[in-house]
Nanobody, 125 residues
Framework: QVQLVESGGGLVQAEDSLKLSCAAS?????MAWFRQAPGKEREFVAVVSSLGEITKYADSVKGRFTISRDNAKNTMWLQMNSLKPEDTAVYYC?????????????????????WGQGTQVSVSS
């Protein structure tokens, strides 16, 4: 069982930047960030392939957020720039325990095996 621990959340103003980290206790394959705003369902934010060479983003964050990983450190990051109040949510790190059989990067909750406890990001206007 791999443990995922997020860090880096906080309270910022609109247009500010934050960088979230996700530390894994062991090897993982595809990793992703999801978020959940109050009263809303958890939604996909960004995903990075096992080797870090392929990424995909939700339309709402494309061009503002960057996902990356360092397998030597078992760590994934989410650089968030030009933050908006609508980015306010609990951000969750997720990981797969096996290689995906599809060439399409997984973007749904059910496709991930491990989850972190979440880190709060609040953006004021």
């Amino acid at each position: 069982q791999v443990q995922l621990v997020e860090s880096g959340g906080g309270l910022v103003q609109a247009e500010d930047s934050l960088k979230l980290s996700c530390a894994a206790s062991g090897r993982t394959y595809t990793m992703a960030w999801f978020r959940q705003a109050p009263g809303k369902e958890r939604e996909f934010v960004a995903v990075v392939s096992s080797l870090g060479e392929i990424t995909k983003y939700a339309d709402s964050v494309k061009g503002r957020f960057t996902i990356s990983r360092d397998n030597a450190k078992n760590t994934m990051w989410l650089q968030m720039n030009s933050l908006k109040p609508e980015d306010t949510a609990v951000y969750y790190c997720a990981a797969r325990r096996s290689r995906s059989m599809s060439s399409i990067l997984p973007t749904t909750i059910s496709q991930y095996d491990y989850w972190g406890q979440g880190t709060q990001v609040s953006v004021s206007s």
